[in-house]
């Protein structure tokens, strides 16, 4: 189904239990894709245009280089301004091919069909396309969002569990994020989350980027849990996948809120959440190595940018309200890192 959305957003967004060949262009189009979802695609009796590219995908291939033998091969078919490039797979290949896209012939159009559950919440949907830098993730990118996005259920069923896991917990943050407290606990039941949460996700953060693609203001609030979450992703030296830090990272900026005087979530809610995570426990990095990653936060406040900021913005969760947003120097987190820990080695303690 076809996401109702505001007038003017530049992309149409459709969930499908299965894929559907009507959805892809009617015009001049080619295929990138990741190799492992190339059975499913072909299973599925899907087209391969002229051109098609099934190439192995991980972080370390996210490299601008990696890029150059797509656009030789897109000017060999060839794709004009007027072709489509419709991008298949997770969030490291529809990255990498929406930054493609943006960059052949100055932008062509381009379609993610995104194939895990990470990359059908958040990153197939908001225009941000990159590739990352030795200097660190993303560092190398463009807003160019793709003309359609089509999340299809299907695609889940090969996804290795911790895959899926990591993709819930950006569904999760959602759920904080708006302050529901019956929905998050409904997602932190195991198994593929019911189509209505996706639907209702992606209709929250379209709305969020039509009103700020550029991350002036509003958008930052889908920053809750990448605050510490990055920090911690980076500083496990990406043993944690980037959804289980966003999950530790929201567990996190519930306990700072209520440090911060905000009101508390409910005692149960933070043991369950606590619980679905303390297998994370022992890839949780020290506060030593958190806190220079913490500092140099891309997102940091205009204060300081790269040599050092004195606050960052954090994003504070409340029940049944949406977050509230604080420029809170890197330190605030110290005590939040130890009282996650604790609480995660007993959800039963008292917050
Ligand atoms: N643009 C944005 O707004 C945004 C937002 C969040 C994250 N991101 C980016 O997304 C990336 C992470 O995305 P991800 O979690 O999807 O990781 P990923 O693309 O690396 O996919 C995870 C693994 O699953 C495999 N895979 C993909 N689909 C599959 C399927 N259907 N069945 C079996 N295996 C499958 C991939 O080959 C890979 O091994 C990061 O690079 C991050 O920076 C971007």
């Given at each position: 189904m076809?996401?109702?959305?505001?007038?003017?957003?530049?992309?149409?967004?459709?969930?499908?239990?299965?894929?559907?060949?009507?959805?892809?262009?009617?015009?001049?189009?080619?295929?990138?894709?990741?190799?492992?979802?190339?059975?499913?695609?072909?299973?599925?009796?899907?087209?391969?245009?002229?051109g098609t590219l099934w190439v192995p995908v991980s972080?370390?291939?996210?490299?601008?280089?990696t890029l150059e033998p797509w656009l030789e091969t897109w000017a060999g078919i060839p794709l004009t301004r007027h072709s489509t490039v419709v991008a298949v797979g997770g969030g490291v290949l529809t990255d990498m091919a929406g930054l493609a896209a943006a960059l052949y012939m100055r932008g062509i159009a381009w379609q993610a069909w995104p194939t895990t559950?990470?990359?059908?919440?958040?990153?197939?949907?908001?225009?941000?396309?990159?590739?990352?830098?030795?200097?660190?993730?993303?560092?190398?990118?463009?807003?160019?969002?793709?003309?359609?996005?089509?999340?299809?259920?299907?695609?889940?069923?090969?996804?290795?569990?911790r895959q899926l896991e990591s993709g819930a917990w950006e569904l999760f943050k959602m759920a904080v994020l708006e302050g529901d407290v019956p929905w998050a606990e409904r997602l932190l039941l195991p198994g593929v989350p019911e189509a209505s949460s996706l639907l209702r996700a992606l209709h929250a953060k379209a709305g969020i980027v039509h009103r700020d693609l550029r991350e002036a203001g509003e958008r930052r609030l889908l920053n809750l849990g990448h605050t510490l979450g990055h920090a911690l992703e980076a500083a496990s030296g990406y043993a944690l996948l980037h959804g289980e830090a966003v999950g530790l990272g929201t567990l996190a900026a519930m306990l700072l809120a209520e440090a911060q005087g905000l009101e508390p979530f409910p005692r149960d809610f933070k043991a369950r959440t606590a619980e679905r995570l303390r297998h994370l426990l022992p890839a949780i990095p020290?506060?030593?190595?958190?806190?220079?990653?913490?500092r140099v936060d891309k997102k940091?406040?205009?204060?300081?940018?790269?040599?050092?900021?004195?606050?960052?913005h954090c994003i504070l969760p409340r029940p049944r309200t949406t977050a509230d947003v604080r420029a809170l120097p890197p330190e605030v987190w110290r005590d939040v890192h130890a009282r996650m820990g604790a609480l995660l080695n007993d959800p039963e303690m008292t917050t």
């Amino acid at each position: 189904m076809e996401l109702s959305l505001p007038a003017g957003f530049p992309t149409q967004v459709f969930v499908e239990e299965a894929p559907r060949a009507s959805l892809l262009p009617t015009g001049s189009w080619t295929l990138v894709g990741d190799d492992a979802v190339r059975p499913a695609w072909r299973g599925a009796g899907l087209p391969e245009p002229p051109g098609t590219l099934w190439v192995p995908v991980s972080e370390a291939s996210k490299r601008l280089s990696t890029l150059e033998p797509w656009l030789e091969t897109w000017a060999g078919i060839p794709l004009t301004r007027h072709s489509t490039v419709v991008a298949v797979g997770g969030g490291v290949l529809t990255d990498m091919a929406g930054l493609a896209a943006a960059l052949y012939m100055r932008g062509i159009a381009w379609q993610a069909w995104p194939t895990t559950l990470l990359a059908q919440v958040d990153a197939g949907l908001g225009g941000k396309t990159a590739c990352d830098l030795a200097a660190g993730k993303n560092l190398a990118g463009a807003f160019h969002p793709p003309v359609s996005f089509v999340a299809c259920r299907s695609f889940l069923a090969t996804l290795p569990p911790r895959q899926l896991e990591s993709g819930a917990w950006e569904l999760f943050k959602m759920a904080v994020l708006e302050g529901d407290v019956p929905w998050a606990e409904r997602l932190l039941l195991p198994g593929v989350p019911e189509a209505s949460s996706l639907l209702r996700a992606l209709h929250a953060k379209a709305g969020i980027v039509h009103r700020d693609l550029r991350e002036a203001g509003e958008r930052r609030l889908l920053n809750l849990g990448h605050t510490l979450g990055h920090a911690l992703e980076a500083a496990s030296g990406y043993a944690l996948l980037h959804g289980e830090a966003v999950g530790l990272g929201t567990l996190a900026a519930m306990l700072l809120a209520e440090a911060q005087g905000l009101e508390p979530f409910p005692r149960d809610f933070k043991a369950r959440t606590a619980e679905r995570l303390r297998h994370l426990l022992p890839a949780i990095p020290p506060w030593e190595a958190c806190l220079p990653l913490l500092r140099v936060d891309k997102k940091s406040g205009p204060e300081g940018e790269r040599s050092g900021p004195t606050a960052i913005h954090c994003i504070l969760p409340r029940p049944r309200t949406t977050a509230d947003v604080r420029a809170l120097p890197p330190e605030v987190w110290r005590d939040v890192h130890a009282r996650m820990g604790a609480l995660l080695n007993d959800p039963e303690m008292t917050t």
